[in-house]
T-cell receptor, first 112, second 113 residues
Framework: KQEVTQIPAALSVPEGENLVLNCSFTDSAIYNLQWFRQDPGKGLTSLLL?????REQTSGRLNASLDKSSGRSTLYIAASQPGDSATYLC???????????FGKGTTLSVSS | GAVVSQHPSWVICKSGTSVKIECRSL??????MFWYRQFPKQSLMLMAT?????????EQGVEKDKFLINHASLTLSTLTVTSAHPEDSSFYICSARDSYTQYFGPGTRLTVL
């Protein structure tokens, strides 16, 4: 059974710092992997989607990488801002059309 | 982009009552919808997969008689929590899938007193 783990569970950094969030999964046969942002009490905002054939995706200050063979993905946030404070969730599809499997998330706090 | 709505956004009810949550795909047809539950500080856990016109498929450990799911049209799925108890208090999120992508609703906060 596929399991998704995110480390660390929580992270506090000062504004301007670059940071990396980690996601690992137990079964490397995935269809795609997605990173989401969730603000307290709110729904999900999709940040980046990486297909299984891709190695990375970039959007603004965010860069997500995927290494299927090692079962890992990282989300890199450059020049962090207080507005980046949120919980970041890693999720993946085992197969096309199936439900996403989520990690527990990393709660990020960026102080000004 | 595709939009998924949920109604209500929050609900408070008394123990023993039933609560219905609606999930709508506003600008696309969704043959498949998913229902997730999220407890505080926890991840989203899949409750059931709902296909239009057929019975929902429930994940292990989810009581199908307690969490009734109806997917009567390509744009609407409903989750009814029957005889709700305080332990059912949670954040319920639906998602709807088109041919390529899964889109998420904003969630419904259920509090059972």
């Amino acid at each position: 059974k596929q399991e998704v783990t995110q480390i660390p569970a929580a992270l506090s950094v000062p504004e301007g710092e670059n940071l990396v969030l980690n996601c690992s999964f137990t079964d490397s046969a995935i269809y795609n992997l997605q990173w989401f942002r969730q603000d307290p009490g709110k729904g999900l905002t999709s940040l980046l989607l990486i297909q299984s054939s891709q190695r990375e995706q970039t959007s603004g200050r965010l860069n997500a990488s995927l290494d299927k063979s090692s079962g890992r993905s990282t989300l890199y946030i450059a020049a962090s801002q207080p507005g980046d404070s949120a919980t970041y969730l890693c999720a993946l599809h085992n197969q096309a059309g199936t439900a996403l499997i989520f990690g527990k998330g990393t709660t990020l706090s960026v102080s000004s | 982009g595709a939009v998924v709505s949920q109604h209500p956004s929050w609900v408070i009810c008394k123990s023993g009552t039933s609560v219905k949550i609606e999930c709508r795909s506003l600008d696309f047809q969704a043959t498949t919808m998913f229902w997730y539950r999220q407890f505080p500080k926890q991840s989203l856990m899949l409750m059931a997969t709902s296909n239009e016109g057929s019975k929902a498929t429930y994940e292990q450990g989810v009581e199908k008689d307690k969490f009734l799911i109806n997917h009567a049209s390509l744009t609407l799925s409903t989750l009814t929590v029957t005889s709700a108890h305080p332990e059912d208090s949670s954040f319920y999120i639906c998602s709807a899938r088109d041919s390529y992508t899964q889109y998420f609703g904003p969630g419904t906060r259920l509090t059972v007193l």
